[in-house]
């Protein structure tokens, strides 16, 4: 069956450093776009960041552009954010989505925690 796994979550300081990862299976990952969104408590989901299916084409919400860098490797079914110079306001929960078509589907999501 499908499925999307989150993992890399955690806690880290303000300013620290965290790389996520979504492995995905039971889909042709190569053919779908990938996407990254966060929702922190009280608020709505949001965009993070989102990747082509052939990881030619990035897009970054502004206020994570310069800090967070999103890639995928078709081999391994897995997409990656990477993300720096972390802010208390980063803490949510984040999640992977994959898109093709009118296929959509989603992980767990793993907890991020930006605390000192």
């Known amino acids: 069956q499908v499925q999307l796994v989150e993992s890399g979550g955690g806690l880290v300081q303000p300013g620290g450093s965290l790389t996520l990862s979504c492995a995905g299976s039971g889909f042709s990952f190569s053919n779908y776009a990938m996407t990254w969104y966060r929702q922190a408590p009280g608020k709505e989901r949001e965009l993070v960041a989102s990747i082509g299916s052939d990881g030619g084409s990035t897009n970054y919400t502004d206020s994570m552009k310069g800090r967070f860098t999103i890639t995928r490797d078709n081999a391994k079914n897995t997409v990656y954010l990477q993300m720096n110079s972390l802010k208390p306001e980063d803490t949510a929960v984040y999640y992977c989505?994959?898109?093709?078509?009118?296929?959509?589907?989603w992980g767990q999501g793993t907890q991020v925690t930006v605390s000192s």
């Open positions: 989505n994959a898109r093709a078509f009118t296929n959509s589907f």
